[in-house]
């Protein structure tokens, strides 16, 4: 990806501070033991560092106070993507497990063929409120073609005056999404890392947790990013307009999460229900193998 994008895009590295603190003992080729004290030994570490794994990309080294770590949550490694002005743009999940090196090259792509800026994202296509709370759904392309990645961005919104905990059963959300259209032709979205991929590159993209319950404060949003790739449903599966609607039924008594959170003391209740998204269109193409 670096050489694909480094004549467009500045790369940096952020040292920001040593995982295993441990391993440096007496006898370590650098001279610093333990936890460096001053930002001259982060200096020496950081410099056997590039020179031991030959980067190219230029490093950078956090201070002694650890603000770049802290204001990113940074550690163990995480990428974030800002535009000409500084702006984040995207900020992936935290590495090395939730990594989704697809996703960053989409943002890369999108950057450069806009001259270094990203448009803003398209509104959400919005269902109903449901006892407070409320799902859009975004497809990002929102024109693939079939086998391509795509990235169903998910935004649940508390519309109450109080928090609300919620449940996203990960491991059933994308599967239990359908691409239809007016002929009832479906698609399906195969979930990365399943076990059904054909390569490895989906592993990358595995949900890290799964029906984790998240707290989500009056007004405010939770967005969550489910990746794939889209697969026909049966032979007889098209190309064309589809449209895909997610739904969430969080059920009592159905999710082990339940009892736990019941037993944690939180003083926001937990949402339950079925929600829907509205209805979004995607335009959907041949695979590129199959012309």
């Not at 992936?92 to 990203?118: H, I, M």
Request: aromatic share 8%.
């Amino acid at each position: 990806m670096y050489v694909s994008y480094k004549d467009q895009v500045e790369f940096i590295i952020v040292y920001v501070r040593e995982a295993h603190p441990e391993m440096l003992r007496e006898a370590h080729p650098t001279g610093v033991v333990g936890r460096p004290k001053d930002i001259q030994q982060r200096v020496i570490l950081a410099t056997e560092c590039v020179t031991k794994f030959q980067f190219t990309i230029p490093m950078v080294i956090d201070g002694m106070n650890g603000q770049v770590n802290e204001d990113y949550k940074a550690a163990p490694v995480r990428v974030a993507i800002t535009d000409l002005e500084g702006k984040i743009v995207y900020y992936a999940g935290q590495g090395p497990r939730d990594f989704r090196l697809s996703a960053v090259e989409r943002v890369l792509k999108r950057l450069v063929a806009n001259q270094g800026r990203v448009p803003a994202p398209p509104e959400p296509t919005w269902g109903s409120p449901e006892k407070g709370l409320r799902c859009g759904i975004v497809f990002d392309p929102p024109a693939p073609r079939i086998d391509d990645d795509v990235v169903v961005r998910l935004q649940f919104q508390n519309v109450t005056k109080n928090s609300l905990g919620v449940i996203l059963p990960t491991e059933n959300l994308l599967q239990s999404m359908v691409l239809t259209d007016d002929r009832e032709h479906r698609l399906m979205i195969r979930p990365a890392g399943s076990e059904s991929s054909q390569s490895k590159r989906y592993q990358e993209n595995a949900p890290r947790q799964r029906n984790q319950v998240y707290e989500i404060k009056p007004g405010d949003s939770l967005f969550y990013d489910l990746y794939g790739n889209v697969i026909p449903a049966a032979e007889s599966s098209p190309a064309g307009n589809y449209h895909i609607q997610c739904s969430l039924t969080v059920a009592s008594g159905t999710v082990p999460q339940l009892a736990r959170f019941k037993n944690a003391g939180h003083r926001f209740p937990l949402w339950t229900g079925q929600v829907k998204s509205g209805a979004t269109l995607v335009k959907v193409g041949e695979s590129l193998a199959g012309r």
